[in-house]
């Protein structure tokens, strides 16, 4: 819990920029076919930065013309009772672009009516901002737009902004805040709840599953037979012009996407939980093969030059290296209905960078 309630505050003012598209939303270009692809014989001794790209930012509906069954009667995370009368005007907003993506998965992308800073993908791009300073909700920008229902979790702020809403007639489902690839599914079945749409989302969850799994058995397939052979991988979130730099540990999600990736996660490994500052004493324990990064977050500290002058980093295998693989702000810690192309783009960085068409 903890982390989820420090996290936004690390985080408010220091996200990706107002375009869904200046993080790297968009695809870097068409991938060579895994039929075509020659793993690394030794991941660990790679060199140089990569960008991990996915093929196609587009989130793809169940349907395209999704059917409420509605009023929806549901009592949320927080056990506060709540009956859906409309789904006309959505707004769905959290810290990682999760939520929007997931009404619009459901086929209800047309009801949104507003998206928050990390909301990115191509069908959001005109919608309004209602998030200001990074991730701080704007109650007078949210009841502007007249939403007949607000599906949020408790990673966004003031929770006062989200009260007001309440008190002021406007329909709030607060969902699960935790992110990792055990939570996609639960995440798509609270949310289809709240839009009476859970025909819907018992689809979605399906196809997901169906996509994860077959991405998790490809990289089985790929990655090295023995724990000694995996790459040793750390999460480093950085936001420069704030001096903001952690290292993501056990329950952050990065240690499940290094999980699914086969990598052995170091901040894990170190017994960090949640998040920690970033140390050289730290890096030296944790001497990883491979760094990850956002990329707006690599970008602020100057990119691989400027990474490598952050406090240990030069010092381990990574920097010697310079094997850092950064990905996109909006989709690396999603965890929602593009999951199987996050991992499929990161295990081509770890594994196949010359595969990806946006390889560094």
């Known amino acids: 819990m903890a982390l989820l309630v420090a996290l936004p505050l690390l985080l408010t003012g220091c996200g990706p920029g107002t375009s869904p598209h ?7 270009g068409r991938h060579v076919p895994w039929s075509r692809v020659t793993p690394l014989s030794d991941p660990r001794a790679y060199q140089g930065p990569t960008t991990a790209t996915v093929d196609n930012a587009d989130i793809t ?27 006309d005007r959505v707004l769905a907003l959290d810290l990682y672009g999760s939520l929007a993506a997931t009404v619009y998965g ?12 990390s909301t990115g993908f191509p069908g959001a791009a005109k919608l309004p901002l209602v998030t200001q300073g990074g991730h ?5 920008a949210i009841l502007a737009l007249h939403p007949t229902l607000l599906i949020t979790d408790t990673t966004l702020g003031p929770w006062d902004a989200v009260l007001q809403l309440r008190d002021s007639g406007v329909p709030v489902v607060v969902v699960g805040a935790r992110r990792s690839l055990g939570t996609v599914g639960t995440l798509v079945d609270e949310v289809a709840a709240a839009l009476g749409v859970r025909a819907e989302g018992k689809r979605l969850r399906a196809r997901l599953d169906r996509e994860v799994a077959a991405e998790r058995a490809r990289i089985d397939g790929i990655a090295p037979d023995t724990a000694a052979r995996r790459p040793r991988v750390l999460f480093l979130y950085a936001r420069g ?3 903001v730099y952690y290292l993501f540990g056990k329950g952050s ?14 901040a894990s490994e170190a017994g960090i939980n949640g998040f920690t500052p970033l140390n050289a004493e730290a890096m030296a324990k944790a001497k990883p093969d ?12 100057g990119g691989v030059d400027g990474a490598l002058r952050l406090p240990g980093v030069a010092q381990t295998p990574a920097g010697r290296h310079r094997r ?15 999951t199987a192309r996050v991992l499929d783009a990161l295990a081509r960085a770890v594994y196949a960078p010359d595969s990806l068409g946006g390889a560094s």
């Open 290 to 301: 491979l760094i990850m990064m956002m990329s707006e977050g690599l970008r602020s500290v």
């Open 241 to 243: 012009q704030a001096g």
């Open 22 to 28: 200046a993080a790297g939303a968009t695809s870097g």
């Open 324 to 338: 850092i693989v950064d990905m996109s702000d909006y989709q690396v810690l999603s965890f929602g209905p593009l």
């Open 136 to 140: 701080r909700l704007n109650a007078e």
């Open 61 to 87: 509906p169940v349907t395209r013309k999704a059917t409420p069954v509605l009023p929806a009667r549901i009592t949320d995370t927080q056990g506060t009772k709540v009956t859906v009368r409309s789904t």
């Open 106 to 117: 459901l086929g209800m992308g047309d009801r949104l009516v507003g998206r928050d800073q």
């Open 253 to 266: 999600g990065a240690d499940s996407l290094i999980g699914a990736l086969r990598g052995v996660d170091v």
